[in-house]
């Protein structure tokens, strides 16, 4: 028997002892490329039960039945970061989208701006690169996927009381570590926002500009350096 460090995302609640059916993707997984079989264990989260440890009670390529017997950890609350990025091209978007899930972001908001590369995503693609980092840095959660909006209409309908740190190379103010929460970082476009557009953003009350440093950084790594930044504080868990 295999006692594993899989760890898988299920949609499905998580209870010990009630057994519940993996996906075929997860059966083909388990079976085909990790080879592991029937008694072995994996570790399961569904972003609201905690994490468990699950014995394999039916395996074959097609079908996995696991059962719940014991919860690891239980959900703790993650940090409520949202990350609101101007799409890029394909790659980078989904780079962006990987990262921002191992540095804890909450939800991921793609918006098309002026000048933005991309207008339009595969959000299944997308999730299925957060679920997949969600796995692998353990984390309890797989951040949401917002669809892409545009500039106007994320600014129209900011929730009060949610601080929005713009990320804007033109300031020479230090984004601070801060530890209030709710919070969100906006960073733009590879070409960068438009003079209109930074005009509209620092109009809005709920907006914070801060500079990442005196290089300009490209789009992904702007959103890295910015998450890192804010969320370095988060503490492990107890
Ligand atoms: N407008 C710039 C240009 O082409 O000259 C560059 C835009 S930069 C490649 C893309 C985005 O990353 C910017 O809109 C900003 O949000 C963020 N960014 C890059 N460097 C930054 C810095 N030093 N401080 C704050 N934000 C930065």
């Known amino acids: 028997m295999v006692t594993g460090s899989i760890r898988l995302f299920v949609e499905t609640g998580l209870a010990a002892g009630a057994e519940l059916a993996g996906a075929e993707a997860q059966a083909h997984y388990l079976a085909s490329v990790m080879r592991r079989s029937v008694g072995d264990t994996v570790k399961l989260f569904n972003g609201r039960d905690g994490e468990w440890r699950a014995r394999i009670v039916e395996l074959s390529r097609k079908k996995v039945l696991f059962a719940p017997q ?4 239980g ?3 993650e940090p409520d970061c949202w ?4 799409l890029l091209k394909r790659n980078k978007t989904d780079l962006v989208v990987e990262k921002a899930t191992e540095l804890g972001v909450s939800r991921i908001l793609p918006v098309i701006t002026a000048r ?3 207008d339009h995503v595969n959000l299944d693609r997308l999730r299925a690169i957060a679920i997949e980092a969600a796995e692998q840095c353990e984390r309890l959660a797989v951040p949401q996927i917002a669809a892409p909006v545009t500039l106007p209409a994320l600014l129209a309908a900011w929730p009060a009381g949610r601080r929005l740190f713009m ?4 300031r020479d ?3 601070a570590r801060f530890t209030s929460d709710p919070a969100a970082l906006l960073i733009g476009p590879e070409g960068g926002f438009t003079d209109a557009e930074v ?3 620092g109009a809005d009350q709920n907006v914070t500009r801060v500079s990442l440093g005196a290089r300009i950084l490209r789009a992904e790594t702007a959103a890295i350096a910015g998450l890192a930044l804010l969320l370095a504080g988060d503490p492990p868990e107890e």
């Open 75 to 77: 959900q703790a609350q």
């Open 199 to 201: 005009a509209a953003i």
């Open 173 to 175: 103010s230090k984004l």
């Open 116 to 118: 933005t590369q991309a």
């Open 83 to 86: 990350l609101c990025f101007a």
């Open 70 to 73: 014991i919860l690891l950890r």
């Open 167 to 170: 990320a804007d190379e033109r």
